[in-house]
C-alpha cells in the first residue's frame, strides 16, 4: 500500500482558512485520495475524497497536485468543531475499500 | 446520510470473559465492513475484512481465534473478543461501505472496552 506523510500536528484560528498538508509520493496512477477525521472518542467521519481533479463539497476542498505526489485539505474557515485528527489515506482503485490510517494531523483550533 | 450503528458503546469486563460487540448498517446494506482496533493516542489499526457469507480475513499479526468475526447478513458483523485480557482493553472500531469501488467508508462511534 502507498504510504502518506503529514505533519504531526497544527495549529489555527477560528474562523480563517486551514491547509492541511499530505505527501504522497509513491501513489499510483489508480489510488484515490482519501480524507477522513476523528474527534475524541469517535469513530472517524469521512470528509473528500479524489482522483486527479479538485473536488469540493460541504465540508471542505481537495486540492490535488497535478503529479499527484501530494494534496491539500483546504477547511475554509475553521470552527472550534473542526478541532479533530485528520487522517490523508490512499485507496486502491478497485473493489475494496480497505484503508489503511497513518498517523495523521492533530488540528487545534483557538478561538 | 449512511449510518453505522455500533453496539455497546462501552463495556466492562473480567479477564477470561468474552465480549461481543455488534455492527449494523442502519439504512444500506453492506457486504462488506472492516474492524479496526485503536489504542490511546495512536492511529486506527485494520484487524480484519469482514465480508457477508464468508471467512473474514485478518491482517498480519491478529489472532483470528481471539477475535472471532461474524457476518451473518448484509446489516449485521459482529466481534467477539475471547477470553479477553486487560492488554485486549482498546477502543474497537466498525465501518462499511455501501457500495464497491471507492465509496466513503462509512465509520460506527466505537466501542471501549476495558478488561479489568
Known amino acids: 500500500d502507498a504510504k502518506t506523510t503529514q505533519p504531526n500536528s497544527m495549529e489555527s484560528n477560528e474562523e480563517e482558512p486551514v491547509h492541511l498538508p499530505c505527501n504522497h509520493s509513491?501513489?499510483?496512477?489508480?489510488?484515490?485520495i482519501h480524507w477522513y477525521r476523528q474527534l475524541p472518542s469517535q469513530g472517524p467521519e469521512y470528509v473528500i475524497h479524489g482522483l486527479t481533479s479538485n473536488v469540493n463539497n460541504r465540508m471542505a476542498s481537495l486540492a490535488i497536485a497535478e503529479d499527484r505526489k501530494s494534496s491539500t485539505l483546504i477547511l475554509h474557515r475553521a470552527t472550534l468543531r473542526d478541532a479533530a485528527v485528520y487522517y490523508c489515506i490512499l485507496n486502491y482503485g478497485g473493489a475494496t475499500n480497505k484503508l489503511i490510517f497513518g498517523t495523521g494531523t492533530l488540528l487545534a483550533v483557538q478561538p | 446520510g449512511a449510518v453505522v450503528s455500533q453496539h455497546p458503546s462501552w463495556v466492562i469486563c473480567k479477564s477470561g470473559t468474552s465480549v461481543k460487540i455488534e455492527c449494523r448498517s442502519l439504512d444500506f446494506q453492506a457486504t462488506t465492513m472492516f474492524w479496526y482496533r485503536q489504542f490511546p493516542k495512536q492511529s486506527l489499526m485494520l484487524m480484519a475484512t469482514s465480508n457477508e457469507g464468508s471467512k473474514a480475513t485478518y491482517e498480519q499479526g491478529v489472532e483470528k481465534d481471539k477475535f472471532l468475526i461474524n457476518h451473518a447478513s448484509l446489516t449485521l458483523s459482529t466481534l467477539t473478543v475471547t477470553s479477553a485480557h486487560p492488554e485486549d482493553s482498546s477502543f474497537y472500531i466498525c465501518?462499511?461501505?455501501?457500495?464497491?469501488?471507492?465509496?466513503?467508508?462509512?465509520f460506527g462511534n466505537g466501542t471501549r472496552l476495558t478488561v479489568t
Open positions: 465501518s462499511a461501505m455501501s457500495f464497491s469501488g471507492n465509496s466513503p467508508l462509512h
Open positions: 509513491t501513489i499510483s496512477g489508480t489510488d484515490y
